[in-house]
């Protein structure tokens, strides 16, 4: 599940998936040849989702991205949950396959990358995704991965109000509390 996008007005959604050897680094790019190296892992397959097109599901072929299917989703405005069985993603035996995901949401139609989950990869190398070890039976991905952590953040001078020459200290706090759930 993806929440807080709206297919119709935000962008594209591509859910990269690595489930074993083979595969490729390159960012799929609609209007043409990807960006090689950009993907912190091997991915196998990729789920695309746009408001233009169906669900579609890709694997790759000599390092290309190739369509193999479309898939199952379902939005509900900003929610959008993708229905893939294992068959499509080539996994036998779950409880024995890691996954990896990176999800990446882009302008529509374009290249042009806004976000990814996780989301400490832009302006830098991507190298954050998430790694399921084993997708057995009672597996809830990210279960508590991305629980509420809304922080509440103040920073004080003391002296509160003060010219500061040079040579001369100012003392800060900073405070951080967590008022949400995590």
């Known amino acids: 599940r993806w929440q807080g996008l709206n297919l119709a007005s935000d962008g594209d959604l591509y859910l990269y998936l690595g489930t074993g050897s083979g595969g490729t680094t390159t960012l799929f790019d609609p209007n043409g040849a990807g960006v090689s190296g950009m993907l912190p892992f091997t991915a196998n397959y990729l789920v695309r989702l746009s408001a233009t097109l169906t669900p579609t599901i890709y694997t790759t072929n000599g390092g290309a991205w190739t369509t193999q299917s479309s898939v199952n989703a379902v939005t509900n405005g900003s929610e959008i949950d993708v229905l893939l069985p294992f068959a499509d993603l080539g996994i036998t035996n779950p409880a024995a396959t890691v996954l990896q995901l990176l999800g990446v949401v882009s ?62 200290t100012l003392g800060v706090t900073v405070t951080v509390q967590n008022v949400g759930s995590a």
Do not use: K, M
């Open 107 to 168: 302008e529509s139609d374009l290249l042009d990358v806004w976000a990814t989950v996780p989301d400490q990869n832009l302006g830098r190398v991507w190298t954050q995704y998430i790694e399921f070890g084993a997708l057995g039976a009672g597996i809830v991905p990210a279960a508590g991965v991305w629980a509420d952590t809304q922080l509440n953040v103040q920073v004080t001078a003391n002296p509160a109000a003060a010219l500061v020459g040079v040579g001369n």
